[in-house]
């Protein structure tokens, strides 16, 4: 190739000649060097007139000067003692490629590195994950003596004033035997099974055929909003396109029938199955099985879901009718849904709910026929039913506990002091049943007996 090289540019010199003219040696001088000889038969001259050759041939030397360059930088050198072929420029390529290596190695270890930590964290994350989880099964004890738990030192600590033993006072005052006996088996603190249901209580009789039955409520955990504990909430029931929400300040001015705020619904409620939790009311939409939460302090929608399979509009009603075939309810442990499905063939299902989006968490089948019963409601996980609705003495006759999945006959007194008691609902935070009974508004105290071991 070189040879060819050479060719070419010795054309470019002698452009006037013939190629075939000129020829190219190759050979040692006497010190060992390698030399190029290009020889070229001028057809013009027999000899050589003189040593200067005259300025043809100055431009002659001029070319074979530069014909020189270009042949030692083709073949690589760089002159009088430079370096070989191709030396200078592989080894920096073969530097610049050892570098990208090096770096490439260490970008490696740190990626493992990294790798490594991210793996640890990870760990970290999966175990603190299943601590929570395994806090979040463990029951609550909501009555810990005080201090319970604390490390010594902390408790040593403690100024007098928060002592851990308090001075108690008390007034001696006479109670009858019979009373301490009566209240000997209650619990009016924590969860526990019914015992008794009071007298009835008045708070509001309606004014106008609309109050026949309906809803009233009052939130048991009220979230942070304009709304608290203490406002009263109202729905008449009667009509085809019920709407209308009316919010009360406090239980006064519920009783004088003076409303602070009234909120039309987005879409109309079924009966009297409505009920009220943490800043939502919940209800049945009608002619249908939907369920809708909507939130208070925003007046909107806030979720939507139909309950699977359950019977709706007179399907699997109580015992007085006006479609109540799905009733919502709280207690303690949160949101339920009492209906029936055409599976359970009228039979009371109860599933517990998750508050925010309204899906279904567990459910279980009683053998409560729905339709044999007048209302009902949910205290502590446990499902319990009335047996009338207008009888003035009647019982809670049925109880069924989520908790063992087993149920039982039981026989309460209740009253229904004006025969038409069309909505029975448990306020956890009052310890009340709230009612609706023939246009007439009232509440009953309940008592609780002791927990048993399976509701601890």
Known sequence: MWLQVALGLSYLVLSSQSQDRASLRRSNDHTGRCQYTFTVDNPAEASCSGTSGGPDMEVVKSRLTLLEALVSRLLGGKGAGGEGPGGGGDKTIQEAYSQAMRDKSQLQGDKEQLNRQVQGLQRRVDELSAAAET????????????????????????????????????????????????????????????????????????????????????????????????????????????????????????????????????EPVESTGATLYRGSLYYQ??????????????????????????????????????????????????????????????????????????????????????????????????????????????????????ATSQGRGMAVPFKNHYRYNSMVDYNHAQRKLYAWDNFHMITYDVSLGRPSRSSQ
């Open 135 to 266: 806090l979040r099964q463990r029951p609550c004890h909501q009555h810990q003596a005080a201090g319970a738990g604390l490390p010594l030192h902390e408790l040593n600590q403690r100024p007098a004033s928060d002592s851990l033993y308090q001075e108690m006072k008390a007034e001696v005052t006479e109670v009858p035997a019979s009373r301490l006996i009566q209240d000997a088996g209650k619990n009016h603190t924590g969860c526990g099974e019914l015992v008794s249901v009071g007298e009835p209580v008045l708070h509001r009789k309606a004014d106008s055929i609309t109050g026949k039955y309906g809803v009233w409520l009052q939130d048991p955990e009220p979230m942070a909003s304009p709304y608290g504990n203490k406002t009263v909430w109202r729905i008449d029931t009667v009509g085809t396109d019920v709407r209308q929400l009316f919010a009360y300040e406090d239980m006064e001015q519920f009783a004088k029938g003076f409303p602070m705020k009234v909120m039309v619904l987005p």
């Open 285 to 402: 939409r009608r002619r249908s099985r939907t369920l809708l939460r909507y939130d208070l302090a925003y007046e909107s929608l806030a979720a939507r879901l139909d309950l699977p399979h359950a019977g709706f509009h007179g399907q699997h009603p109580y015992s007085w009718g006006g479609y109540t075939d799905i009733d919502l309810a709280v207690d303690e442990q949160g949101l339920w849904a009492i209906y029936s499905t055409s599976k359970a063939k009228g039979a009371i299902v109860v599933s517990q709910l998750d508050p925010e989006s309204l899906e279904v968490k567990r459910s279980w089948e009683t053998n409560i026929r729905k339709n044999t019963v007048a209302n009902s409601f949910m205290i502590c996980g446990r499902l319990y039913t009335v047996a009338s609705y207008t009888a003035p003495d009647t019982t809670v006759n049925h109880v069924f506990d989520t």
